[in-house]
T-cell receptor, first 113, second 115 residues
Framework: GESVGLHLPTLSVQEGDNSIINCAYS??????FIWYKQESGKGPQFIID?????DKRQGQRVTVLLNKTVKHLSLQIAATQPGDSAVYFC????????????FGPGTRLSVLP | EPEVTQTPSHQVTQMGQEVILRCVPI?????FYWYRQILGQKVEFLVS????????KSEIFDDQFSVERPDGSNFTLKIRSTKLEDSAMYFC?????????????FGPGTRLTVT
């Protein structure tokens, strides 16, 4: 079936370095993608989104890149901080109404001092 | 800043019992959702709710599950006869239904433990 997946289950980076978290999706018809951050004991928190008619979108310290050719999504975090330590999920919307989100399994980002 | 709240934070129940998980979405939001996350696994969509009815549900959301918006503020998930495999974190979320953004706001979750 359709699925969203992540290449790396864990990622460790030095404080101050840039982080790149990757996601592969399989539904070429998906129109909308979101990155979420989930800290321990908390619910997912929206970070940034991107529509399929874009290939790049920037936020505060974060950039999402979308490569529709290879169905690949990435989240770049600039100058990673200890507070960025969390699990990061990508999610895609399978329908046009924004109702059916499919989440990837998540990547755990650990920021080393 | 407005937030989604959920109660209880932890619910322990015996197999076969009914549980009701409660959520208060953000007040001006139009779409409401329930998700679950089994320990160590990914977040899974259960159901979405709009205009006082279910708009979409997943295969997980079988006849044992139901949702209700009993008043203008609460959104509940009922599991009629819990099974061991229902043990998970259950997250409620809401969104404003903007045409340009599907940004969902998640609550802190209810940890359901079925024994």
């Amino acid at each position: 079936g359709e699925s969203v997946g992540l290449h790396l289950p864990t990622l460790s980076v030095q404080e101050g370095d840039n982080s790149i978290i990757n996601c592969a999706y399989s539904n070429s018809a998906s129109d909308y993608f979101i990155w979420y951050k989930q800290e321990s004991g908390k619910g997912p928190q929206f970070i940034i989104d991107i529509r399929s008619n874009m290939d790049k979108r920037q936020g505060q310290r974060v950039t999402v890149l979308l490569n529709k050719t290879v169905k690949h999504l990435s989240l770049q975090i600039a100058a990673t901080q200890p507070g960025d330590s969390a699990v990061y999920f990508c999610a895609e919307i399978l329908d046009n109404y924004g109702q059916n989100f499919v989440f990837g399994p998540g990547t755990r980002l650990s920021v080393l001092p | 800043e407005p937030e989604v709240t959920q109660t209880p934070s932890h619910q322990v129940t015996q197999m076969g019992q009914e549980v009701i998980l409660r959520c208060v979405p953000i007040s001006n939001h139009l779409y409401f959702y329930w998700y679950r996350q089994i320990l160590g696994q990914k977040v899974e969509f259960l159901v979405s709710f709009y205009n006082n009815e279910i708009s979409e549900k997943s295969e997980i959301f079988d006849d044992q599950f139901s949702v209700e918006r009993p008043d203008g503020s609460n959104f509940t998930l009922k599991i009629r006869s819990t099974k061991l495999e229902d043990s998970a974190m259950y997250f409620c979320a809401s969104s404003g239904g903007s045409a340009t953004s599907y940004e969902q706001y998640f609550g802190p979750g209810t940890r359901l433990t079925v024994t």
